[in-house]
T-cell receptor, first 116, second 114 residues
Framework: DAGVTQSPTHLIKTRGQQVTLRCSPK?????VSWYQQALGQGPQFIFQ???????QRGNFPDRFSGHQFPNYSSELNVNALLLGDSALYLC???????????????FGPGTRLTVT | AQSVTQPDIHITVSEGASLELRCNYS??????LFWYVQSPGQGLQLLLK??????LVQGIKGFEAEFKRSQSSFNLRKPSVHWSDAAEYFC????????????FGQGTELSVKP
């Protein structure tokens, strides 16, 4: 059973460019959350997608946007990249059904984004 | 302000020694509580979680945590540390009525001496 997968593993972009990161959730999961982890920090919640809609959003600017597809996979888009966007971007999936709905989030290995 | 605090940035323990990592939260209602571990180059792995009931929670890899409402704490413990436990440990909460939105502490880096 494949866990959460993310692509690409590493990415280098130039300030001002746009980037798209991808995530496939664990089999059976329908909810995807995205987190940004700066070096030496704990992950910060960006947003969560369920039924192809953004359900919750953290304190991130509109440059950060996302999408969820009918197969539950998800994309994170960041426009007008800033140096401060350099971080590890983590995707987590969970299920919205059952007694442990959303409670256990399975994390992918992350995408390391470097903005120069 | 609502927050999750891990007071210790870095802890070093000898292999075989006991371990306690501290976590305090500041929320009006008791949130759901979690401990995650992150090894270098890896994603986050859930060690254990607390929603309600017995305040002593058992997790994977021999870890346990105790919820103390009076101290707003959820400390992680292990009786005997192994070299493979060296990693970054994160305490996290899901605030009441904010299902799925994990709020993480800053993390505690654990080093294990042989």
């Amino acid at each position: 059973d494949a866990g959460v997968t993310q692509s690409p593993t590493h990415l280098i972009k130039t300030r001002g460019q746009q980037v798209t990161l991808r995530c496939s959730p664990k089999s059976g999961h329908d909810t995807v959350s995205w987190y940004q982890q700066a070096l030496g920090q704990g992950p910060q919640f960006i947003f969560q997608y369920y039924e192809e809609e953004e359900r919750q959003r953290g304190n991130f600017p509109d440059r950060f946007s996302g999408h969820q597809f009918p197969n539950y996979s998800s994309e994170l888009n960041v426009n007008a990249l800033l140096l401060g966007d350099s971080a590890l971007y983590l995707c987590a999936s969970s299920s919205d059904i059952g007694p442990d709905a959303w409670s256990e989030q399975y994390f992918g290995p992350g995408t390391r984004l470097t903005v120069t | 302000a609502q927050s999750v605090t891990q007071p210790d940035i870095h802890i070093t323990v000898s292999e075989g020694a006991s371990l306690e990592l501290r976590c305090n939260y500041s929320y009006g209602a008791t949130p759901y509580l979690f401990w995650y571990v992150q090894s270098p180059g890896q994603g986050l792995q859930l060690l254990l979680k607390y929603f309600s009931g017995d305040t002593l929670v058992q997790g994977i890899k021999g870890f346990e945590a105790e919820f103390k409402r009076s101290q707003s704490s959820f400390n992680l413990r292990k009786p005997s540390v192994h070299w493979s436990d060296a990693a970054e440990y994160f305490c996290a909460v899901v605030p009441y009525n904010q299902g799925g939105k994990l709020i993480f502490g800053q993390g505690t880096e654990l080093s294990v001496k042989p």
